[in-house]
């Protein structure tokens, strides 16, 4: 069973920067999609970014020029600089990968905004 790892959260004042990282357990083939979603206390998850095999992106209209999601190596297949940050961007964020075999998540990593 593959299994994602995120890194990289933290306590971060207002306007600073994080960037988080996502480690799997073994090589993963044939991805389709690399993603990054957030849940903030008692609110459901959310989409914070994707980016496709061809490279297309989406990204929330909250982070849109302030994230930047991008595809590393096999075994540390996306990352997520996050710039500018806000309180509202607290949440925990969790890595996610999908291709024919499914999808996988991480566990998450907490991202506090807070002065």
């Known amino acids: 069973q593959v299994q994602l790892v995120e890194s990289g959260g933290g306590l971060v004042q207002p306007g600073g920067s994080l960037r988080l990282s996502c480690a799997a357990s073994e090589i993963i083939f044939s991805i389709n999609a690399w993603g990054w979603y957030r849940q903030a206390p008692e609110k459901q998850r959310e989409l914070v970014a994707t980016i496709s095999k061809s490279g297309d992106t989406i990204y929330a209209d909250s982070v849109k020029g302030r994230f930047t999601i991008s595809r590393d190596n096999a075994k540390n297949p996306v990352n997520l600089q996050m710039n500018s940050l806000k309180p509202e961007d607290t949440a925990v964020y969790y890595c996610?990968?999908?291709?024919?075999?499914?999808?996988?998540w991480g566990q998450g990593t907490q991202v506090t905004v807070s002065s």
């Open positions: 996610r990968l999908s291709g024919p075999w499914g999808v996988y």
